[in-house]
């Protein structure tokens, strides 16, 4: 894909405060933007730093109230365009990413919408339920990246695009598992904890025994079916869903280490070094251009 030289009206001071939002909050998708061109980057980490926004609402308030009260702050902001005029860092930021390559505002509110769910402690119902979850908070910021690294335009990928972010997102959250017990919220679907004889009180106690890793060896399956989904859609698909795509390079590895946390998923975390996060995300990139 070929650059284009950076607006020269783009404030500097800002940019650093949403790209170091996103280096803190969301790793995977702040080293992802470093493989993507120069000029796209700074909407890239808009697009990303208003995820992050979004999903620490909860962290940030002490009650569900509150967190309404601030997913309808964002609500306003981009349902009236008082993104550009808000004098928030993000919401500039976004607002210059809409007007600059025309992205559609629905996807945005999904992501609010599916947020919401983040501010209680209700249990995900089924597996559509939390497959519904990831496509909204995930496969949205997918599609959002390729129409940036499209210059404006729809670049296709559907079907990659929708895989991909659920392998994303669910694995992410089988890797957040020990911190979300921890605030006492369930991502794990009822109906299939429910096949496995899984309680809600078991898993909040953190009991590790066959109903849970049953649980959770069924939801890895599903991860890696999305994500084998994901791959058999991606060669062929135009560039700039590619490069949006190159966080799920990181779900293979994940689930590898997911698989050798199950033991113990509350002690032993499922991560990969910065070394190989680094070369998994250089490696997709490549193949890629």
Not at 43 to 61: G, K, P
Not at 111 to 140: H, K, Q, W
Not at 161 to 169: E, R, S
Not at 189 to 194: I, Q, R
Request: proline share 7%.
């Amino acid at each position: 894909m070929a650059e284009e030289p950076a607006p020269a009206n783009r404030d500097a001071a800002s940019e650093d405060v949403v790209a170091e939002l996103v280096r803190k909050a969301d790793r995977d998708r702040y080293l992802a933007t470093l493989f993507a061109p120069d000029a796209h980057r700074p909407a890239l980490l808009a697009l990303y730093a208003f995820s992050a926004e979004i999903s620490r609402v909860r962290d940030v308030v002490s009650e569900p109230l509150p967190g309404e009260m601030r997913l309808q702050f964002w609500r306003d902001l981009i349902e009236g365009d008082g993104l550009a005029s808000s004098g928030h860092p993000v919401a500039q930021a976004l607002g210059a990413a809409i007007a600059r390559y025309a992205l559609p505002r629905k996807p945005l509110l999904d992501v609010i919408e599916a947020r919401t769910f983040d501010l209680y402690d209700d249990a995900m119902p089924s597996v559509g339920d939390l497959e519904g979850y990831c496509g909204e908070t995930s496969s949205a910021l997918i599609r959002l990246a390729s129409i940036i690294l499209a210059e404006g335009r729809d670049p296709g990928g559907a079907d990659a695009v929708g895989h991909g972010g659920v392998a994303y997102a669910l694995t992410g959250i089988l890797r957040a598992l020990p911190w979300a017990t921890g605030r006492g919220q369930v991502f794990l679907p009822v109906d299939v904890m429910n096949r496995h004889g899984l309680s809600r009180g078991a898993l909040l106690a953190r009991q590790v025994d066959e109903p849970l890793r049953a649980v959770l060896a069924e939801l890895r399956v599903m991860a890696r079916r999305h994500l084998e989904a994901a791959r058999a859609a991606l060669p062929g698909a135009n560039p700039a869903v590619q490069i949006a795509m190159l966080p799920v390079a990181l779900v293979d590895p994940y689930l590898a280490a997911l698989e050798r946390a199950a033991a113990d998923p509350f002690r032993t975390a499922a991560d990969i070094s910065p070394l190989r996060r680094m070369w998994t995300l250089w490696r997709a990139s490549r193949q890629a251009r």
